[in-house]
């Protein structure tokens, strides 16, 4: 069962033990985690080797130090952060990559740095931890077999919110058998700005092909007023699923 934070995904398996009683039965992760733990059995990574926030920043403090022109160098590398993920977690070729937070050679240097700087020293960042996931489950046959021994059935939550690599390992943990299941709202999807690709929910029927396509229609959380709103709001956009929401009061 793979949601999209850590306290999700705790009070998952919180309520799910209190109506099963069962420990063990299902795992309960974030794709990080999930990830994290792969290469912690099959390439001999550890928490020790995630970077820290404050090291990061520090990083590329140092590198902006001749950079007068930056005035506010946080606002800044927390954009450059922000690029790097989307490049990243988009599967964009650095070269094909245009970012938001200034010139574009800029980026290209601090971006090659800073990945000199972590093989250096032997450290990886939150979007490595996909990346080099996903590279070791495509190439090391033993790890992608063991894994999908293990989780023969797959759930994931907010799936508007999936970005290209995120479904990329997803679908390879699947394999053939596609034993998948998604769960999102694409009305929904608000993390764009980092990556996120609602169509690749819209797609889902398509990759698999026996998928069943089943509408939620009830809202409990607002009142009918909201939703009304809300729904001919969203009607401008085309590209989504077909559904009108129906206010439920309890």
């Known amino acids: 069962m793979v949601t999209f934070t850590t306290a999700a995904a705790g009070e998952m398996k919180q309520r799910f033990w209190k109506k099963y009683a069962e420990d063990g039965m299902v795992t309960f992760c974030t794709i990080h985690s999930f ?99 996903y590279e070791l489950m495509k190439n090391d046959k033993t790890c992608l077999e063991w894994l999908q021994e293990r989780y023969q059935y797959i759930q994931i939550d907010e799936f508007q919110d999936t970005n290209y690599l995120q479904r990329d390992i997803l679908y390879l943990l699947a394999g053939e058998n596609g034993n998948i299941a998604v769960v999102g709202d694409d009305d929904q999807s608000i993390y764009g700005f980092r990556g996120a690709e609602p169509s690749i929910m819209l797609q889902f029927p398509k990759e698999f092909e026996h998928a069943k396509v089943i509408q939620l229609p009830l809202n409990y959380r607002c009142k009918e007023n909201i939703v009304q709103a809300s729904n001919r709001l969203i009607s401008f956009n085309k590209n989504r699923y077909k559904q009108h929401y129906i206010v439920n009061f309890l």
Request: with cysteine.
């Open 35 to 133: 990830c994290l733990a792969t290469l912690k059995k099959f390439a001999h990574f550890d928490a020790e080797c995630v970077l820290a926030t404050g090291d990061i920043y520090e990083f590329f403090f140092q590198q902006l130090v001749r950079h007068k022109e930056i005035v506010d160098k946080v606002e800044y590398i927390k954009a450059l952060l922000l690029d790097i993920a989307v490049c990243k977690n988009s599967m964009c070729p650095l070269a094909q990559f245009e970012p938001n937070c200034g010139e574009k050679e800029l980026f290209d240097e601090l971006f090659k740095a800073y990945e000199n700087w972590k093989d250096a020293l032997g450290k990886i960042d939150y979007d490595d931890m996909l990346l080099k996931a």
